[in-house]
């Protein structure tokens, strides 16, 4: 048998295939006895609605994508499944990409959105002058990522959560302390950290020093910079890094260094996520609410999609776990 | 201005909407005028044609479904980060779905592949029983789990990588030796890793004792089962988890109970994802191939997709990398 077709419901119901598609959308005035009519046709002939056929009719697809600059790395990777727990909820499906070092896979997510294959999307990448991203009244929420003014943004607060791990650092002694954080041109959030982390320094009459990674570079290639910091500065006493991944990073040259953590180096990571807190509960770091950002971003997104007025930014809560490391 | 529609170029090019969509579709024959004609009027009226109308008339939406417990697990996300980037170079785009706990949300999933809203999917859930599964010559290929006959599976070698790790442990000396796994009614190739750990015990006349937890209970729950491990065996000397993740909950009740480990305990654990490897390289564990898995999956994804033959079974090498913790 072959697989049955919308006209052939049609056929069995003996209505029109508008009449047929009306039904299985639920549009316009339809009289109780077509209704069931229809479906007595589609439950005979174990008929499936061709989704793609009701997308079109509708103008959405239900879906909405992700663009994140990887799932493999654990933020993206537990805020992607809270976003996808969220959206699920409200009955949309999600489509991911992950853009790392890429800016013109970036550009071919957004083109997705442009020709109607996703209704939305919620972006967290890190590549730079999409041109996409300049029609106004898009669709789309940004978590941590400044895109353009148009568009807003979901984030912890990068500022209070800087000045909760540098503060934590200087009660714990140490005055010599070193920050890592992502090139200052990208105009992201997470750059408070880095002004809260040069504020406090100031505020103590001490001299912050900035070393500068990019997000997305191999790990040989990070451990090389965060190396030279102990070549620069053998007197460092603490490293506040940016995240959490960055922070093992330190802890590895830290034992190739035979610098005991704490005794000899403070150290201090960022993000907090589930799979690092549950592997290295030793790691003092300050906590991002994901779950809640993935919340918020769906929420703003929603009003987004029904045209209602969202703010230009979002502030969530952090917090610090301290752990043994500081 | 409006948002240009097909007609407006059929109306510019001069021909019908038909053939605009040939052309848009490369369909047909057509002359280089026509076509000509149609891409000047495209890019005149900086048309976008609707992808949605396209893989109605392609009858495929070249999206492929994943569906996972979730991608918060780094295991998950690094396999699914792998598989994103292989199928994108394929030319799919990636819809997850993450069903942790959840067979409702699977079966839901599934029917998105019938209902052709993708193309294909790759599976790597725990839950059983769906019937959708029993559909036929389904283009599904199965990372990591038993399905029905007729769906390929690829995995990493099991049964080596058990007896990788429990060999080892033996060879450090360890006798009592306890593992982890998945309750044993759940068809996985994991439960491989099993098989090789009693036969290697029954080989050294000693006796294998399996503690069994549901993958989908939280950490407090699995923190409960594990901590009656050492109640009722305090003599035990070894542990083979059957995940790092807990491997890690493992190392957590060694640190409330004031073992030491390797000292008091020697500790392996399995898959060696990137995160770990960075946060934990003090753990030895089981490597699994997760990149060539993936790649593995989307060749075989294509061959079902071409109806090509395809073997029941990929088995891909493991490797054990040592760390400190045995």
Chains 1, 2 share one sequence.
Request: glycine residues 4%.
């Amino acid at each position: 048998m072959s697989v049955p077709k919308l006209e052939d419901v049609a056929k069995l119901a003996q209505v029109s295939k508008t009449t047929v598609s009306r039904v299985l959308n639920r549009r316009g005035y339809l009289s109780k006895e077509t209704i069931d009519k229809v479906n007595q046709a589609v439950k005979e002939l174990n008929y499936h609605p061709n989704v793609v056929a009701r997308q079109l009719y509708n103008n959405k697809t239900d879906l909405i994508g992700l663009l994140f600059p990887t799932v493999a790395n654990p933020f993206f990777g537990e805020l992607t499944a809270n976003l996808e727990h969220y959206l699920y909820q409200k009955g949309y499906k999600v489509l991911i990409g992950n853009s790392i070092n890429d800016p013109q896979k970036e550009a071919d997510y957004l083109d997705q959105l442009l020709v109607k294959q996703v209704d939305g999307l919620i972006v967290g990448t890190h590549n730079q002058g999409i041109s996409q991203y300049h029609n106004d009244n898009l669709p789309i929420v940004a978590i941590d990522r400044v895109m353009n003014q148009d568009i807003p943004i979901i984030a912890s607060d990068n500022y209070a959560g800087g000045k909760l791990a540098v503060e934590h650092l200087l009660v714990q002694g140490a005055r010599k302390i070193i920050h890592i954080n992502g090139p200052q041109e990208l105009a992201t959030p997470a750059q408070k950290r880095r002004a809260a982390y040069e504020d406090v320094m100031h505020d103590h009459h001490l001299q912050p020093i900035t070393y500068e990674v990019d997000f997305n570079i191999s790990n040989t290639d990070k451990l090389k910079v965060f190396r030279q910091i102990f070549v620069e500065h053998p007197d460092v006493e603490a490293i506040f890094a940016s995240n959490d991944l960055d922070a093992a990073l330190i802890m590895q040259i830290a034992r190739e260094r035979r610098l005991r953590v704490p005794r000899d180096l403070l150290l201090v990571g960022y993000d907090g996520t589930q799979t690092v807190q549950s592997v290295w509960p030793q790691l003092t770091t300050v906590i991002q609410p994901i779950e809640f950002m993935a919340q918020k971003a769906v929420t703003v997104l929603q009003n987004r999609l029904h045209n209602q007025a969202t703010q230009s930014e979002y502030l969530l809560p952090v917090q610090l776990h301290v752990g043994t490391t500081c």
